[in-house]
């Protein structure tokens, strides 16, 4: 496995926030005076997503960018709705059967990024190769997993939507090369974690169509209390299987849905936990996708205090070589991940 360069440096994950973790309350201006007996403007306790990154100081192209991307996540949910569920007839790189819905939600981004004016290229889970969308003259790279657990959608369990953004070239380290990541978790409610290296968020979309701000700077505990065991236990290697069993007798609760978007939300919002999709017995590259999956949500977990590795180094030190490099995954709180790599090294 090809690491970067030991830069080391970790983001800083800025905690200079925008608002100390609590929403506005309705305060007068500065000079005390109210709106006005009764009279209160409902957007000034409301702080949205546009608001919020301009508030944080994210670059001018990169909050217009994430607010682009944010917006093709109503697209997306309406497709969602329309409940086309079939099998589209094809199969990914992977080799995976494709959902109508997952190429469809694919050329619903590509199409909203290559008329962004930010983008010059494209790489998703659901393409061969990256794809030129721009001049070449654009600043940032999009890679997406355009609908991530679509095999749930006929279930009505909650699916998502992974997005990384880079700048300069994909092929290096995700330290190196990532500016920005964001993930979509189609539930009962739509929300959105964002970080652009300034902490890691959560916006709700509002009934106005609105992302708000619901969890600022979200930090994760030094240790959680569940954790989601991907594979099958008979294809674990022996390391593995005594690490999920010193969980078991520790008292950590399972909870597995099959969509990683939810199931690493649910390990940011309860603040810890574990997300594992190891090396299997005949896999040894585990399943899920370095590129698409993998380095988006390790950014983001960093930014909440945690900690992402394949079990040897973390996930965002590994070189990306080609679009469908997978990589094995220890995904969450510190504890949890260090135990992991303490367990995979006997
Ligand atoms: P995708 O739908 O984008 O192909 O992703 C599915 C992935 C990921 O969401 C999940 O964690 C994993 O597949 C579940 O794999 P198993 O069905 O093997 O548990
Ligand atoms: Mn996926
Ligand atoms: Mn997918």
């Not at 240790?223 to 593995?240: M, N």
């Amino acid at each position: 496995m090809k690491l970067c360069p030991g830069n080391g440096k970790t983001l800083p994950a800025d905690g200079s926030g925008v608002f100390s973790g609590k929403i506005l309350a309705g305060r007068g201006n500065e000079k005390g005076a109210s709106m006005g007996e009764g009279i209160n403007d409902y957007t000034k306790n409301i702080v949205d997503l546009r608001r919020h990154m301009w508030m944080a100081g994210v670059e001018v192209e990169l909050r217009r960018l994430i607010w682009q991307i944010a917006v093709v996540g109503k697209y997306i949910s309406a497709k969602i709705h329309e409940s086309n569920r079939k099998l589209a007839g094809f199969k990914n790189i992977y080799g995976e059967e494709q959902l109508a819905l997952d190429r469809v939600t694919d050329d619903i981004l590509k199409n909203k990024l290559h008329h962004s004016g930010f983008v010059s290229h494209y790489a998703s889970e659901e393409l061969e190769d990256i794809v030129a969308i721009g001049n070449g003259q654009e600043k940032y790279i999009v890679t997406a997993d355009p609908l991530d657990g679509s095999s749930l959608v006929d279930t009505n369990l909650a699916i998502g939507t992974i997005i990384g953004i880079h700048q300069k070239s994909i092929f290096d380290c995700g330290r190196n090369s990532m500016v920005a990541a964001l993930y979509i978790t189609y539930g009962p409610l739509i929300t959105m974690i964002y970080s652009a290296g300034k902490g890691a968020h959560e916006f709700v979309l509002d009934r106005e169509g609105e992302y708000v701000l619901s969890e600022e700077k979200i930090q994760l505990k030094e240790k959680g209390s569940i954790f989601s065991p991907g594979g099958l236990r008979k294809d674990w290697t022996d390391e593995h299987l005594k690490f999920i069993e010193k969980l078991e007798q520790d008292g950590y609760k399972l909870r597995y849905s099959g969509g990683f978007v939810p199931d690493i939300n649910q390990v940011l919002i309860k603040r810890g936990g574990l997300f594992t999709y190891p090396a299997l017995k005949k896999s040894p590259q585990g399943k899920l996708r370095l590129l698409f999956e993998l380095q988006p949500m390790a950014f983001i977990m960093e930014q909440a205090g945690g900690k992402a590795t394949d079990g040897k180094q973390d996930i965002l030190s590994v070189k990306v070589t080609s679009v469908n490099q997978r990589s094995p995954i220890y995904i969450g709180s510190a504890t949890e991940v260090t135990m992991a790599e303490q367990f995979l090294s006997n």
